[in-house]
T-cell receptor
Framework: AQKITQTQPGMFVQEKEAVTLDCTYD???????LFWYKQPSSGEMIFLIY????DEQNATEGRYSLNFQKARKSANLVISASQLGDSAMYFC?????????????WGAGTKLIIKP | DGGITQSPKYLFRKEGQNVTLSCEQN?????MYWYRQDPGQGLRLIYY???????QKGDIAEGYSVSREKKESFPLTVTSAQKNPTAFYLC?????????????FGDGTRLSIL
């Protein structure tokens, strides 16, 4: 079974609109972390935001926020006021367990295209 | 500036040839990772290392080899046994201390078969 599921292969969004990228996860661990990365067409992976399983507040970083619904096992990325430079692939990843040397489990990604 | 340097940016492999991808980091991270990414796909782990002179296989290690002789360096060799090497290869590193620390990535190497 997939541990990280990103159900939207691609999305088109009008510039300046908010966009939500979906991510659901599957784990039996009580302690885990969820990461979102952005990959522009140039290829580098850019870390955006992190949510820990014990964090009571939803994570926010500038225009990025994470809609974390633990009971539903979802960690959706919300980008407010989208910009043309937000066009990229977006990946959700999970780290199970407390130790940071545990592997990241990656979703298949969502291709986001911002329309002017 | 601290970061991860991958070289070369583009690499071409002939039939039966081994090629080595370089990855160097100056972030003082203990853990390093190699990923493979095929077009339109997510990342798959090839090898990872938590300490010098030790490394572990990931999900798709067959046809690849690594070494970790220095903390800063984690080169990946794509051997002739890897029959479908054309892909984008990403190197990453992270500290071991805190589980909330993200992996930091290099800019990647695109490998193609001649």
């Amino acid at each position: 079974a997939q541990k990280i599921t990103q159900t939207q292969p691609g999305m088109f969004v009008q510039e300046k609109e908010a966009v939500t990228l979906d991510c659901t996860y599957d784990t039996s661990d009580q302690s885990y972390g969820l990461f979102w990365y952005k990959q522009p067409s140039s290829g580098e992976m850019i870390f955006l935001i992190y949510q820990g399983s014990y964090d009571e507040q939803n994570a926010t970083e500038g225009r990025y926020s994470l809609n974390f619904q633990k009971a539903r096992k979802s960690a959706n990325l919300v980008i407010s006021a989208s910009q043309l430079g937000d066009s990229a692939m977006y990946f959700c990843a999970m780290r199970e367990g407390l130790r940071s040397n545990y592997q990241l489990i990656w979703g298949a990604g969502t291709k986001l295209i911002i329309k002017p | 500036d601290g970061g991860i340097t991958q070289s070369p940016k583009y690499l071409f492999r002939k039939e039966g040839q081994n090629v080595t991808l370089s990855c160097e980091q100056n972030l003082n991270h203990d853990a390093m990772y190699w990923y493979r990414q095929d077009p339109g796909q997510g990342l798959r782990l090839i090898y990872y290392s938590q300490i010098v002179n030790d490394f572990q296989k990931g999900d798709i290690a067959e046809g690849y080899s690594v070494s970790r002789e220095k903390k800063e360096s984690f080169p990946l060799t794509v051997t002739s046994a890897q029959k479908n090497p054309t892909a984008f290869y990403l190197c990453a590193s992270s500290p071991l201390s805190y589980s909330n620390q993200p992996q930091h990535f290099g800019d990647g190497t695109r490998l193609s078969i001649l």
